[in-house]
Every structure is written in C-alpha cells, then in structure tokens.
C-alpha cells in the first residue's frame, strides 16, 4: 500500500491553510456586509412563510455563519455565470438588456423600499421568435439539478425561480412572461424555456410578501409544518429555532441543516 510521501503531506498543510484563510477572509466580509432591510423578490416563492419571516428579520440561524466559504464561492460562480450567459445571448443577437440607462440594476422597489427585486435582464428582440419584451433569468445548476428542470420545467423543478419570474414580469409591467436559461455546470448544455406570466400567481406572491413585511415578529406567521421531521424543514436552516428543539448548540462549522440553495440539491 502507498505511503503519504512528505511532499504530499507538506502539500496537504498547504491546501488545507490556504482554504482556511480564504473561507474566513469570505465569512469576515460577508458578515461586514450591511445587512438587507427588503424582502428581495428572489426569495418571494419560499414556501414556508415563516421561514421567510425569519430572514426579513435576520434571526439568527441555527449555525454560527449564514453561509461557509464553499457556499459563498459558488454564489459568485453563479454570479460569474450570469455575466458569461449575457455575453453568449448576445453574440447569439439577442437584445438584452442588464442595466438601466443610468447604469443602475433592473428593478423595483415598494411598500417604502420594504419590497425590492433585481432582474437579471429584459430581452427586447432576437433570432428565435418569441412574444418579446421578455423577462430574462438565469441560472448555473449543477448536472443533477440541471437535468430536473429539463425533465420537469421551471414551474415544477424551480418554482422559487418561476415566483421570481412572475414578480417581475407584474411589476415591472411585462406581460409575455419571461426567458428562464439555465447552464449545466458540469457539460456546458444550456436549457432555456419561455416562462409565460399568471397574473394570479404574481398577485399571491405580492400579497404574501406583504404580509410577512408586516409583521413585527416571525411567530406571526404560519409553519408549513409542525413536525420537525417533516422533510422540507430538515433542509431549513431554522429548524432548531422554529421547532423549539432545545439542544441547540452553536457551531463554528456548517451544521447538518444548513439551507443549501436549491441549485445545489
Ligand atoms: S423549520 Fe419548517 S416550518 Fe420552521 S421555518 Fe423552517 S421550513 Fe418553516
């Protein structure tokens, strides 16, 4: 059997301090970010309200840090991803477009600045026929993820990346629905699907995040579910808090409920 050589374990030291240092340097400026005071439209179509309430009003997860440095840097990769998307779209000569004249994001703002939302973009025009203006989001997923919204479509596999779909399409008045392109991270494929607009579906959504920007406490609003082993709130990063689960301890390293996005299942 092979022995660990000494430049594999000095390489070791290197690798494991090397990331260390970076994953504290993204835990230090993520928790020097001011936090946010909107419900951003991205989270609207989160199922459970509570859980929403609970990050309206920052409480504290059951772990020490929102986020560790993996989930940060596959945040940015996300965000990366996004700039790539645009570029490929419009090669393809898709009009897009990701910023406002003034150069600020696409976007809206309501209830005094309570409610907030950012599209990736608004296509105008391009060489497949489609009902433009469209809505454009988009989205890295990883192969498995990737392939379930291809089998099931966005509505089904996404639907808090559909909500978000229909939020912006009612509030920033365009009606054809939207544009959802999403590339798998492993193969490069790209599935994209022409999301139309329901009014309904939009509506429900405002009214919810409403409500929970009303609220002076999450415990005014409902759990999805009063069983803790229900298997939605297993994946809930408030599950100890919400459930009243006693032994709940602080950990300095990503616990086993950690909300992972959903593009990481
Ligand atoms: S633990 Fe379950 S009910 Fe409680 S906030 Fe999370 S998802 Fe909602």
Redesign the pocket.
């Known amino acids: 059997m092979a022995t660990e050589g000494n430049h594999q374990k000095i390489n070791r030291k290197i690798i494991q301090m090397i990331q260390e240092q970076i994953d504290k340097a993204m835990i230090a400026k993520q928790m020097a970010q001011e936090k946010r005071t909107y419900l951003g439209a991205s989270r609207w179509g989160e199922e ?1 309200m ?2 929403l309430a ?1 990050e309206y009003h920052h409480t504290p997860t059951d772990g020490e840090e929102d986020f560790p440095g993996k989930i940060l840097r596959i945040f940015d990769m996300g965000h990366d991803g996004e700039t790539r998307m645009t570029e490929y779209m419009r090669l393809a000569g898709f009009d897009l477009i990701t910023e406002k004249a003034n150069g600020g994001q696409m976007g809206f703002y309501a209830m005094d600045g309570k409610l907030k939302g950012h599209c990736d973009g608004v296509i105008t025009g391009g060489p497949v026929d489609l009902p433009y203006p469209l809505i454009w989001e988009h989205k890295a997923l990883n192969d498995k993820s990737w392939a379930d919204t291809k089998k099931k479509g966005v509505k089904e596999s996404k639907p808090v990346y559909w909500s978000q779909i229909q939020t912006y399409c009612a509030y920033l008045d365009i009606p054809n629905g939207g544009l959802f392109t999403t590339i798998n991270r492993n193969t490069g494929e790209i599935y994209s699907e022409h999301v139309e607009f329901d009014p309904v579906a939009a509506q429900a959504l405002s009214d919810k995040a409403i409500r929970i920007v009303q609220t002076r406490s999450p415990e005014e609003m409902p ?3 009063n069983d ?1 082993c ?1 298997y ?2 297993g994946w ?1 990063s ?2 100890k808090r ?2 009243n689960i006693k032994e709940m301890t602080i950990s300095t390293t990503a616990p086993a409920t950690q909300t992972f996005p959903s593009w990481l299942k």
Do not use: A, E, T
């Open positions: 459970c509570r859980r609970y759990k999805m579910s803790p229900f939605k709130c809930c408030f599950r919400c459930h």
